[in-house]
């Protein structure tokens, strides 16, 4: 199985990369800014479920096919990017309605982590972080190496939802602290919505497979 010192060193670099934000965090703020702490928190529990199937890919090999597809790169690129903009437009639209007590200012738990589910479903650097790094922490004298893929995989799911999660509810917080004005909050909202489509924009022009 695998090695503890592998599994910690692993664990490490993990915090590292996940601490510095990124596409998951922006578009955690976003949602938190967007639509409060509640719809952050959902967000990250959703987009941690939507890279799973990530990891199952790379534990038994699927993953690196897909890495090394450009098609297939820039089409699960491309289709994230639409929806995380169409997700950005609708924040801006109903922006008034985020209003606390406004209607339609709560939204079902479904609803918010399918639309989170679809954000990291759609993420293809998931897939091609996974091929390039959790093979660096893998032991392969040792037996049954698509379980350890498999660990370091899910340990990675793990601290970012532990990590997204406090970036969510102090997004949330501040969201909260402005909601005492209809127009500040209603900014806010916009705020996030104009993050998200940025955050997509981003996703559709950079990252490209050479």
């Known amino acids: 199985m695998l090695p503890l010192e592998n599994l910690l060193a692993f664990a490490v670099a993990s915090v590292v990369i996940i601490v510095i934000p990124g596409p998951s965090v922006l578009f955690v703020i ?6 409060g702490r509640r719809a952050g928190v959902l967000s990250v529990v959703g987009n941690a479920l939507g890279t799973v199937p990530a990891v199952l890919a790379v534990a038994f090999g699927i993953g690196a096919i897909v890495a090394s597809s450009v098609v297939a790169f820039t089409i699960i690129k491309i ?7 169409w997700l950005g437009v609708q924040a801006i639209r109903h922006r008034n309605a985020h209003v606390q007590g406004a209607p339609g200012a709560t939204r079902s ?3 918010l982590l399918r639309q989170g589910f679809v954000v990291g479903l759609t993420n293809p650097k998931t897939i091609a972080f996974f091929v390039a790094v959790l093979p660096q922490f893998v032991d392969p004298a040792a037996p049954a190496v698509w379980a350890q ?6 340990t990675f799911q793990v601290l970012a939802l532990a990590c997204d999660s406090v970036w969510a509810l102090a997004a949330g917080t501040a ?11 209603a900014t806010l909202s916009g705020t996030g919505g104009v993050m998200m489509i940025g955050l997509g924009g981003t996703l559709a022009l950079t990252g490209a497979k050479s």
């Open 30 to 35: 976003g949602r938190s800014i967007a639509l």
């Open 79 to 85: 289709v994230g990017a639409i929806y995380l903009v």
């Open 175 to 185: 969201r909260a602290w402005f909601a005492r004005s209809p127009r500040r909050i």
């Open 109 to 111: 738990s479904w609803v």
């Open 149 to 154: 893929l498999l660990i370091l995989g899910l």
